[in-house]
Every structure is written in structure tokens, then in C-alpha cells.
């Protein structure tokens, strides 16, 4: 494709930013087989990296390593510029920030290979604004997960204006070639998709919160014990369609959207995140954790993602 290596003759992988996000990527294609090389400038970068993904493999374990997939394959470099040298793919996971993508980008610009594939994992920028002024555009992608991604499948893949299509196209190509599902946005905006999904979602929440319809603690299980469950399995078009009956998404749409339709007519406010607002969610947020750590509710959630994700697999 367009002379970039064929998705399966990637032989190392080149992470750029060792946070959270960069951490997890990194467990991830360790536990597919893959040399990773990583790059993160924060101090005791390394130690941290590599205790993520000590902390993630059981559960990489748990849901099936692929040939090769070995911790020791993991090796952690000085500078971006030897992240990325000899790398076939980059997954960059910097800070949120188009000033510091863009210096970074600018750094590496000419160490990255003439055949290799860079892609951001970037929540809300777009690819253009990254991208300006680089030789290496072409070659240069949005890769969004979904925290955290050595767990969950979605990746939003997203061309910038100067991107080759094929590039895009191979990106597709490889994280479905890892386990991944990846989606393809046809157009930039910020936030992408799933996140403006989300923002939505959670401005009604919050608003529940501020008008005080009920406790933070129900409100979450407004979601979790309904709609959520449904959501984990088929998206909202889909589960609307089973709405519909026999009639599907015709008979909901006709019979069920008027109403629809009246209930967004009641959906115009969008909350202030203020400070009264900001001790309320803190104040609810506590109530509903019962004294359960971050690192407890993490546990929770994964043991929980790899359950679900077992399921699927054995349904697919």
C-alpha cells in the first residue's frame, strides 16, 4: 500500500509518551508480539512504564497473548528522535496540548522512516493543525483510543488535510490486524466522535446534578444498570431499531420520535462548570466510591472490561 511496510511485516513499534495512554499502548502491543521502543521525558519515566505494564499483563494474559509476546521486548530510550528511528509504526500519547505535539512532531520530522506510519492518540485535536509544515504529513494520523487501550477495542482513526488516504487506510488496516476495532471519521472535529458522544451524555447528567433530580449515585445507575448494558453490545441506532419491534427503526421513528423530539425541545441548557457545581460532583462522587480508592475503582472497572470482553470474544 502506497510502499508503507504490510501490516503484518510490523516488527517494532515506536511509543511516544509513557503516561497513562502511552503506557497502556505499550502493554498492548507487547502482549501482540511486538519490539516496542519508548520514549517519555518525565522523571522516573521508565520505572513507571514498565510498572504499568507489569500491573497489566495478568490481564493481557487473562484475555490471550499472542506468539512472541514477551516484557522483555520492551526497551526505553533518551530521546524521540531513537523512539521512532527503525520503527514501523508510532503511537504518539504526549500531553494535550498543539503546542507541545507540534514541537515534538517538529523533533522527530526527520528521524521517522520513509515507510513508517505515525499516529496520535489525541482525545480532541486535529490532525491539520498538528501536522502543518511537516515533511513527514503524509504520513501522519489521528489513532484515538479508548481508555484504557490494552482493554478497550475502539480506535477512532481520522485523516488530517494533508494526510495520504492510503496512510489512513493502512492504520485501519493494522489495528484491526491487532485486535482493535478501529472506525473511520470521515471529516475532522474536535473531540472526534465517541468523545462528543460522551460530552453529551454527560452535559445531561450534569445537569441532573444541578437541578437535582436525583443523587450522583443514581444518576450512574440511571446508565450502568440500563441503557449501559444495552450500549455495551449494540449502539444507539441498533438498539433503537430493536426498539422499534418488528416494525424497526421505521416503526420507532414514526412512533416514537415525536417524542423523542419533544424531550430534546426540553434539552437547550448546557451547565456551567462552576464551583458550586464542581463540589457537588466531588461531594456525590465520594458518597457513591463508599471509600473505594482510584486504584480500587480501576481494578473494578478492568475486571469487569475483561469479563465483558471474554463474553463478546467467545460470542464473536
Known sequence: MAGYTAVDEVGRIGILGGGTIGASWSAYFLAHGYDVTAWDPGPDAEAKLRAFVDNAW???????????????????????????????????????RLDIKRELYRIIDGALGPNAIFASSTSGLVMSEMQQGLKSAPRMVIGHPFNPPHLIPLVEVVAGKETDPAAADWAMDFYRHVGKHPIRLKKELKGHLANRLQAALWREALLAVKEDIASIEDIDAAMSQGPGLRLALMGPHMIFNLAGGKGGMAHFYDHIGPAMEAWWETMQETPKLDASLRAALIEGIEEEAAGRSIDDLEAERDGKLIALLKMLQAKG
Open 58 to 96: 495478568p490481564q493481557l494474559t487473562e484475555l490471550g497473548l499472542a506468539s512472541g509476546a514477551d516484557r522483555k521486548r520492551l526497551s526505553f530510550v533518551a530521546t524521540p528522535e531513537e523512539a521512532v528511528a527503525g520503527a514501523d509504526f508510532i503511537q504518539e500519547s504526549a500531553p494535550e
